[in-house]
């Protein structure tokens, strides 16, 4: 408390390990959102390497994405679901938004950081690429999945009070 009968708090005061406000709050999304990303990412970088080997060559960048973009959404809504559960990420809209938002700058710092070590791309050249169809698609599909903790929690409420009126 200040002088004044105010209380008086510092930046610092809500940074501390084990503060209830950090560790319900922030954490559990934050956490949730980087493994998350990086899980989706590997199985990504896993059907990515398969749809440019075999599938490009067949039927073409665009129908590859097409293909590959329901498998990974799929695995991605089951991955969402894995790591709120597991990290105990409360269906409040500020956390599964705060999980979403942390996924989805995760995955897009992992895509451009893997496109510049591995193909000497800028990230103006990975930027200046979404401007074809098949990284178009990839982009919406990208939004679909930062969108997923969200949708999650609306499905959570919604069977809960499905389950009260019964």
Known sequence: MSGRGV???RVDDFLQPGHRWLSA???APVRAGLVYALVV???GFAL???RILLVVPRFGPTIAVLVEAPLMLAASWWVCLKCAARFRVTVSVRARLLMGLVAFATLLAAEIGLAAVAFGQSPVD???RLRSL???IGLCAQIAFASFPLLQAG???VG???SRHQ
Do not use: N
Request: with cysteine; net charge positive; hydrophobic share 40%.
């Open 134 to 136: 098949p990284a178009a």
């Open 41 to 43: 990412f590997a199985v």
């Open 155 to 157: 499905a959570c409420r």
């Open 48 to 50: 990515g390497t398969i």
């Open 126 to 128: 990975y930027g200046l």
């Open 25 to 27: 709050s922030i954490t």
């Open 160 to 162: 809960r009070q499905e």
């Open 7 to 9: 209380p008086s708090w």
